[in-house]
């Protein structure tokens, strides 16, 4: 009895400080559980209704987007407020090529993500080689692109967009089962992605037995497959009762797994940590610091332009106010999913969980009838309180 006592508490503190290492994680899972949990009870069930979370995904999935991208930014110790204007931007040159000039959606595509990318490289230069602040430099990029947004289309909304275009966004992926009642298509692709996040999660595991790493209790680690695993069915079952995957989820999900391996399994990504983490003990090391923070920047301009074309495309119009105040729910979804607001901390899975939590914040409280005030009110206030939980652990850490 007594041995049995000691290996409960034993596992009872390999939990408790599992989780006290990865509290802004777990910590923000478990709230976007509890969220989700309110509201569903709060809306009668009407949150979890396939409709409803095919909306869900499909309204959050520019902000998922550009998150991913701001993280690094974040990671590497800067800020980005133009990323919205350039949602506007972009918005805007597809719908003036598309539609005022008819030119293919291919190569309209392939256009407009290089000039994001462009965008995103002529701030970097400005914050990376000629060491102006990002805040200041991406503000002025916010009122230019706005400008050039308003100028581009002349105050007026532009569109439709061609019907192809429109699937970026609004598309399905297609049955190759033909299911009538169910989308069997998407059943299949859910079962394969539980099964290979099961699968390398056991792989890991492995790896750092072998290697002699502190691993999860082995309770702890079948609990967390289980629910993840039951999560993962459990959505795909509710989006193949309606019309199956969306297009967009695709591309979300590409994405997530990308720069989740760049950022942990990768050397650039471990560099861009430490150049958040420490400048002078990065570039001392040997970190080419400029040449990342010019990537960083780079690259969320890429994703800022593909979040403008996948938002136009919901739209099927660009208009000269689109994407405004769009940074604000990035750069809060960051700082929410577990980001630090002074660099060196953040992983991508929390800003997507921190995306999702806005999302099912707003799409809760619009199916209750709470006004767009209060709704802002409240969004503020769990803003701050995910960076006064941040500064709190981290003081706490030094204390």
């Known amino acids: 009895m007594s041995a049995l006592t000691t290996g409960e508490q034993t596992t009872r503190q390999g939990v408790g400080e599992l989780f006290r290492r990865n509290i802004r994680q777990y910590g923000m899972l478990v709230a976007l559980l509890a969220i ?15 409709l409803n979370i095919t909306n869900l995904i499909l309204q959050n999935s520019y902000i998922v987007i550009m998150a991913v991208g701001m993280l690094l930014v974040i990671v590497a110790g800067h800020i980005d407020l133009s990323v919205g204007s350039i ?28 000039v994001g990318t462009l965008i995103g490289a002529v701030q970097g230069y400005w914050v990376a080689y000629l060491g102006i602040p990002s805040f200041i430099v991406t503000l002025a990029g916010m009122l230019v ?3 050039l947004s308003l100028a581009l289309l002349q105050g007026q909304s532009v569109g439709p967009f061609p019907e192809t275009f429109q699937r970026l966004s609004s598309g399905f992926i297609p049955d190759i089962f033909n299911g009538e009642e169910l989308h069997y298509t998407s059943l299949v692709l859910g079962a394969l992605v539980a099964l290979a996040l099961v699968t390398m999660s056991v792989r890991a595991r492995r790896s750092q037995r072998r290697y002699g790493f502190d691993t999860e209790p082995v309770a702890f680690f079948l609990l967390k497959n289980v629910v993840v695993s039951a999560a993962i069915l459990y959505l795909s079952y509710l989006l ?8 967009v989820m695709i591309i979300m999900f590409a994405l997530i797994v990308l720069y989740a391996f760049v950022t942990t399994q990768t050397t650039i990504g471990r560099r861009i940590y430490a150049l958040g983490g ?15 923070t010019f990537f960083t920047f780079m690259n969320l301009g890429f994703l800022a ?5 996948v938002f136009a495309a919901r739209l099927n119009t660009a208009t000269p106010g689109a994407g405004n105040a769009f940074e604000l729910d990035v750069i809060a979804a960051a700082f929410i999913g577990g980001a630090s607001a002074t660099g ?6 929390g800003a997507v969980i921190g995306a999702f939590v806005m999302g099912v914040m707003n ?8 006004g767009i005030d209060w709704q802002q009110v409240i969004k503020g206030l769990v803003l701050l309180l995910a960076v006064f939980f941040d500064v709190y652990n981290k003081n706490k850490g030094l204390s």
Not at 101 to 108: E, G, L, Q, S
């Open 36 to 50: 989700m949990l309110f509201f569903q009870v709060r809306t009668e069930g009407v949150l979890l209704k396939p």
């Open 87 to 114: 949602v506007g931007f972009v918005g805007g040159l597809a719908a003036i090529m598309m539609v005022t000039y008819d030119v293919h959606w291919i190569p309209t595509i392939i256009v407009c993500l290089l």
């Open 145 to 147: 692109f706005r400008g």
């Open 240 to 247: 193949a009762s309606y019309r199956g995957l969306p297009n």
């Open 278 to 292: 420490n400048v002078k003990a990065a570039k001392l090391s040997g970190v080419k610091t400029k040449r990342l």
């Open 305 to 309: 332009a593909l979040a403008g074309l």
């Open 344 to 349: 060196g901390v953040g992983t991508v899975v």
């Open 363 to 370: 799409n809760g409280m619009s199916i209750l009838g709470v």
